[in-house]
């Protein structure tokens, strides 16, 4: 949802380390790019597409200056044109901005604007930003007065970056629903949309709060809230590594994502104290709500499942989009488990602000100091490290894990507890599927239709496969109780439409199995998992992917949906997509 940056640099030139910042944050837009650096005028280049395409257009020595920003964009308002891409400029080129979110009053803001002479080059709602300020300041006012009236004026979210030739030599960003960190290097400040923008500079960051500015100078950093009061920020030591952020060697950063999936369940399971310790301190509830969006909600279903079977306790799940109409029954006798791997999610956060007013909340979470964190009364860190990939992969194991540990530790469930601390070996078994999926990849890639099917935990599983292959390969994928086929959706099934059947030891077993024979008696074609040992599924399915045999279905979730993001991965592959920046699709939403 558009990445933004800026910098002030003490000896070095800015557009390379831009260009290289807002490459980091390449999975939250991608679909155009700009930089402006300001030295005695500020230059911009902008066009529409990929950083690298824009990088071997450029020439970096035109754009001279130790102080910049740059942004990387997903469009909401005004297609992906050079015009509509960041900065955007006031009447006279002294004012730059980007900016992630978006304006809701812009149309009402620019008539106004346009009344009074400004000029607009482009279909956005970020240009009124500029004329704002460029108004403000023709009245004298300063650039952080002119910036702090502009915030009185604009409905919407919004993290900005904004430098101005009256100003030389500041920078200044300012929050409000749309995350925005300061980095602090030496003699060196930053300003990012997420942390991995900055880690190759610095360790040290300041996570900005709703309604905060931030003023970078060269020599320090002044945070001020929307009044102009001066507060007091901690700066926390961030522990994830450049390399972490790079791809290492794999040609897709989905790829080493999917790879890393034990290792990030290792370190999840690391939490298992600090779970111990929040399952004491949580009040009594009687009720789960657990809300989420896309992979995420994906996870929470997968929780409701657990908390019913281990707690018996009557558990909701409500996509985050839908909480404000269906959200009813939450009491203070309730524990509202918001689900998100960026902490970001617009939507999440929007729920997550009613629960607090009636509920106990809790926000499961990846990424350290975002929203989400901040927001919630309690938390609990996935510490899957940074996830590049737009597609959910090693994150999503990383949320199960937690959600495991923390209905286990709740139901005082200490049998399942060491299965769980044995995932990372099953998920390694899962792993050594990969070069029999990349070849059923090779004989599916040209498939139109996909069915995934399973019942009790392996539904969740199956509605993420599909996600996944929708996502990457542009393929319809649909994810279905398996016992739910027969009302409806049978009538799609023939020899064109695949069936992915996700069959692991269990209760539901055997009627997944028939709901197998079904559809291969319409003469679907049959990929199923399943353990490696299961003779019944291995004597109808067409292709059968075996392993930890085991692995019953409570537990399966894990495992399980390793080979559905290989079988996406290699379909997307043969397709010559770019599976790490699938089209329409961004990382971090931050629009509802
Ligand atoms: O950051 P979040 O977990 O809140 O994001 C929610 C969804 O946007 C996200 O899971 C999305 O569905 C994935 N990119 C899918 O792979």
């Known amino acids: 949802m558009c990445g933004i940056v800026g910098c002030i640099l003490k000896d070095k030139e800015s557009a390379p380390v831009l260009l290289e910042c807002v490459k980091k944050l390449e999975y939250r837009g991608y679909d155009s790019v700009g930089i402006a650096t300001s030295d005695k005028e500020i230059r911009i280049k902008k066009d529409q597409g990929k950083i690298d395409d824009f990088r071997k257009k450029i020439d970096l020595n035109e754009l001279p200056g130790k102080m910049g920003i740059a942004h990387v964009r997903w469009a909401t308002h005004g297609l992906p044109t050079k015009e509509n891409a960041h900065p955007h400029t006031d009447c006279n080129n002294r004012i730059a901005v980007v900016h992630n979110g978006i304006i809701e009053n812009f149309k009402d803001l620019r008539s106004e604007l346009e009344d009074s002479g400004h000029k607009f080059s482009s279909d956005t709602d970020t240009e009124i930003i500029p004329h704002l300020i460029e108004s403000y300041m023709a009245e004298g006012k300063s650039l952080e007065e002119a910036i702090r009236f502009a915030t009185r004026k604009i409905k919407g979210s919004y993290a900005l970056a904004i430098m101005s030739l009256d100003e030389p030599g500041i920078i200044i960003g300012v929050r409000k629903e749309s995350p925005l960190i300061v980095g602090i290097g030496e003699d060196e400040y930053f300003l990012a949309s997420d942390v991995p923008a900055v880690l190759n500079h610095t360790d040290k960051a300041i996570y900005l709060d709703n309604r905060e500015m931030v003023i970078l100078d060269g020599n320090k950093v002044t945070i001020k809230d929307l009044d102009g009061e001066i507060i007091s ?127 106990e909340t809790l926000a499961i979470v990846n990424v350290i100091g975002s929203s989400a964190t901040r927001e919630a009364k309690h938390v609990i860190y996935t510490r899957a490290g940074p996830e590049i990939g737009v597609a959910a992969t090693k994150t999503y194991v990383s949320q199960l894990t937690s959600i495991y540990l923390l209905a286990l530790l709740l139901g005082g469930n200490e049998d399942h507890l060491k299965t769980l601390k044995k995932m990372p070996d099953y998920m390694e078994q899962s792993l050594k599927k990969e070069d029999q999926i990349k070849e059923i990849a090779k004989r599916y890639k040209n498939t139109w239709d996909f069915f995934f099917i399973g019942r009790g935990f392996s539904f969740p599983t199956a509605m993420e496969g599909a996600l996944k292959l929708k996502e990457i390969t542009y393929i319809h994928g649909e994810g279905y109780a398996a016992g739910e086929l027969k009302h409806g959706p049978l009538a799609l099934i023939d020899d064109d439409v695949p069936v992915v059947a996700v069959i692991p030891p269990g209760h539901s077993h055997d009627k997944t199995l028939s709901n197998m024979e079904e559809v291969k008696s319409r003469k679907a074609r049959i990929i199923a998992l399943g353990a490696d040992n299961d003779e019944d599924i291995i004597s109808e399915a067409h292709e059968f992917i075996g392993f930890a045999p085991d692995i019953d279905e409570m537990l399966s979730p894990i495992p399980y949906v390793i080979p559905l993001q290989l079988l996406a991965y290699y379909i997307s592959v043969e397709r010559n997509i770019d599976p790490d920046k699938p089209k329409n699709l961004a990382k971090c939403v931050t629009v509802e």
Request: charged content about 30%; aromatic content about 8%.
């Open 233 to 359: 920020k901690k700066i926390h030591t961030i522990d994830w590594t450049e390399d972490m952020a790079k791809k290492q060697g794999y040609n897709h950063f989905m790829l080493k994502e999917i790879h890393e999936q034990p290792d990030a369940v290792k370190n999840t399971l690391r939490e298992e104290s600090e779970i111990r310790e929040l399952v004491k301190k949580l009040p009594n509830f009687n009720k789960v709500c657990f809300v989420a969006c896309g992979t995420s909600y994906h996870a929470s279903l997968v929780g409701k499942y657990l908390f019913e079977s281990i707690l018996e306790m009557p558990t909701d799940v409500i996509l985050a989009s839908e909480f404000e109409y269906s959200s009813g029954g939450l009491d203070e006798n309730t524990l509202v488990i918001l689900i998100s791997q960026s902490g970001e999610t617009a939507d999440t956060l929007k729920a997550l602000k009613i629960a607090n007013k009636k509920s």
